[in-house]
């Protein structure tokens, strides 16, 4: 008996990616290429910060929508959202 992770790993071998791959891929690739930019920019305000001579700096930390995934819906659902 072929279990269900053989059978999926068997299509993608064979070139037939799960239905919404590319959507959820996209979309997984958007949020990661975001977060090194995002740290960058929270880093220079700090910088910007500390050499206006603040010392009690709090950075506001950016928030991110949930994944389709988490939200329990497709990802194309999650781009209309947006």
């Not at 977060?35 to 506001?60: K, M, N, S, Y």
Request: glycine share 4%; no cysteine; aromatic share 8%.
């Amino acid at each position: 008996m072929v279990s269900a992770t053989t059978h999926n790993i068997a299509n993608e071998l064979a070139g037939n990616e799960p239905e919404e791959f590319e959507a959820s891929w996209n979309e997984l690739r958007d949020f990661r290429m975001a977060i090194p930019g995002d740290i960058r920019a929270l880093r220079d305000e700090a910088r910007r910060r500390v050499a206006a001579g603040e010392d009690t700096i709090q950075l506001a930390f950016p928030e991110y929508p949930r994944l389709s995934w988490e939200a329990g819906i497709k990802p194309s659902e999650s781009a209309a959202r947006e």
